[in-house]
Nanobody
Framework: QVQLVESGGGLVQAGGSLRLSCAAS????????MGWFRQAPGKEREFVAA????????NYADSVKGRFTISRDNAKNTVYLRMNSLKPEDTAVYYC????????????????WGQGTQVTVPS
């Protein structure tokens, strides 16, 4: 099992920045890719970004390219999501997830999920 705990969410004005963190514990050696997803009220969960534990390859949703940056600190078993130039449409609960798959962008492929952290950008 892999346990994931997110932190860093909050309320930020449009144009502002936040950094989310996801601390992983347990059988982390079994994980190949870490991802961030988000879910707004009344909408499906959508892919935001992913990073491979080894090599640091990254993948982003088109809606966040150039604004969000995913990174990882292997020594701390922690993945980060730096979010700049935030917009009201970025408002959602953000989830960290882990999978054995390679750079997956579909939620169904992820095996482990955190509890989520709320990000609110007022319009």
């Amino acid at each position: 099992q892999v346990q994931l705990v997110e932190s860093g969410g909050g309320l930020v004005q449009a144009g502002g920045s936040l950094r989310l963190s996801c601390a992983a514990s347990g059988r982390t050696f079994s994980v190949y890719t870490m991802g961030w997803f988000r879910q707004a009220p009344g909408k499906e969960r959508e892919f935001v970004a992913a990073i491979s534990w080894i090599g640091g390859n990254t993948n982003y949703a088109d809606s966040v390219k150039g604004r969000f940056t995913i990174s990882r600190d292997n020594a701390k078993n922690t993945v980060y999501l730096r979010m700049n130039s935030l917009k009201p449409e970025d408002t959602a609960v953000y989830y960290c997830a882990a999978t054995r798959a390679t750079m997956a962008d579909q939620a169904k492929v992820y095996d482990y999920w955190g509890q989520g952290t709320q990000v609110t950008v007022p319009s």
